[in-house]
């Protein structure tokens, strides 16, 4: 019902930056909430950055003041910038949208990830 096509990924050295974009499509009426969210080798998923409808922003305090989180509500895209990276913020990264379809059903869904390597 609701497809999420994400990029932006790849290798990036300690300090530099990266910009992740995620659109989604499909059977849309309403999108509520974007968020991204990463997952390391060995560790669980968390949370990374959470935008509203309303574009009030959340953060984890560990990318709070490098990481800016934005969408385009028209396009239904979810952006994530991310500045002074750090060899810790190597990770899977997925958004995850939630809202509203056509038929009036709620829906939340992931996208397929996409690989933030730090390195040297």
């Known amino acids: 019902q609701v497809q999420l096509v994400e990029s932006g990924g790849g290798l990036v050295q300690p300090g530099g930056s990266l910009k992740l974009s995620c659109a989604a499509s499909?059977?849309?009426?309403?999108?509520?909430?974007m968020g991204w969210y990463r997952q390391a080798p060995g560790k669980q998923r968390e949370l990374v950055a959470v935008?509203?409808?309303?574009?009030?922003?959340e953060y984890a305090d560990s990318v709070k003041g490098r990481f800016t989180i934005s969408r385009d509500s028209a396009k239904n895209t979810v952006l994530l910038q991310m500045n002074s990276v750090q060899p810790e913020d190597t990770a899977v990264y997925f958004c995850?949208?939630?809202?509203?379809?056509?038929?009036?059903?709620?829906?939340?869904?992931w996208g397929q990830g996409t690989q933030v390597n730090v390195s040297s």
């Open positions: 935008v509203a409808s309303d574009e009030s922003a």
């Open positions: 995850k949208v939630k809202g509203r379809l056509t038929t009036g059903s709620c829906f939340a869904s």
């Open positions: 499909g059977r849309i009426s309403v999108v509520d909430a």
